[in-house]
């Protein structure tokens, strides 16, 4: 329905079908199998059911952390994870004395790095370039040190911790693995899977909508670092019928046409604020004609 009430007004059934949960994952479940208890639990809850939950980033059973969680409608614009910037702090076990130069030879892995993922890995093993953006070691005890790591999507911590064993002659790999930070969602307002159900309980069986409304945001929030396209409603109609965005139907943008060079991906959303589509920015939004955005996923 592109009629859909905006972030602000939205009721809690409504969030829960188009909103996201910062969710902080305990060690034990994968990430896989959280996403499907927070779909049975907001099922339960919402009349009729959701559509589904999506979760921004594969992490595996001992890891904990941040793991936002799209619901509903959401679900479709789960792409906007597949290139956000990771944070986590890890525990590098080193099989010898920490060397004295280990934060020198930590400082060397910053920048573009080969990996090969592990044998334990959802994808094909293959030489690839990722990228570490920050490489901070944070403490050092005996044959431990904490590190905080900044990277591309798709790192293998644990095959960064073994490597930087080889470079520092010690041999080392990967203990404890927490994720910090995933895009603009971090550990300062993680909530649990206990917060998530003892709000939904509330809320159905009190009429308590209170907690849920701190835990459950709009769906836009997780679109805040896409480029943003405002349409006009009448476009946003023919959006939602699956038709790309022409530059008349636009209202206003803080994009140009140098902007468009890489075919960004943007966030369209009507005045008041509700997300309608995701699509490639292929026009200049302040143009009189052509296509603006060419249409990825409709969110309503």
């Known amino acids: 329905m592109v009629d859909r009430p905006g972030p602000d007004d939205r009721s809690v059934a409504d969030l829960l079908q188009f909103g996201v949960v910062n969710l902080d994952k305990p060690p034990g479940p994968s990430a896989h199998q959280v996403a499907a208890w927070v779909r049975d639990m907001v099922a339960d809850a919402v009349p009729g059911g959701i559509d589904g939950v999506a979760h921004a980033g594969t992490l595996d059973p001992k890891v904990t952390g941040c793991l936002p969680l799209l619901l509903g409608d959401a679900t479709r614009a789960a792409q906007v994870f597949d290139d956000a910037v990771k944070e986590y702090v890890a525990v590098l076990e080193l099989h010898a004395q920490a060397p004295v130069d280990l934060e020198s030879v930590a400082a060397e892995f910053e920048g573009r790095i080969y990996q090969k993922p592990p044998r334990k890995s959802a994808v094909k093993r293959q030489l690839r370039v990722r990228e570490i953006y920050d490489l901070d070691v944070l403490e050092v005890e005996d044959r431990r040190a904490l590190l905080r790591v900044r990277c591309e999507s798709g790192t293998y911590v644990r095959k960064l911790c073994h490597d930087l064993g080889l470079a520092l002659g ?131």
């Open 170 to 300: 010690t041999g080392a790999h990967m203990g404890h693995l927490r994720r910090a930070s995933t895009g603009q969602f971090d550990d300062r307002d993680l909530v649990t899977l206990e917060d998530l159900a003892d709000a939904l309980a509330w809320w159905t069986e009190d009429g308590d909508d209170g907690p849920l409304r701190e835990i459950v945001q709009p769906a836009e929030q997780a679109l805040e670092p896409l480029p943003a396209v405002t349409i006009a409603p009448s476009a946003a109609a023919q959006v939602a019928e699956g038709a790309p965005v022409y530059a008349p139907g636009v209202i206003d943008s803080a994009l140009d046409a140098d902007d468009v060079a890489d075919r960004p991906l943007a966030a369209c959303y009507t005045p008041n604020g509700t997300a309608i589509c995701l699509g490639r920015l292929v026009g200049d939004p302040d143009g009189d004609s052509g296509t603006v955005v060419e249409l990825e996923r409709v969110l309503v």
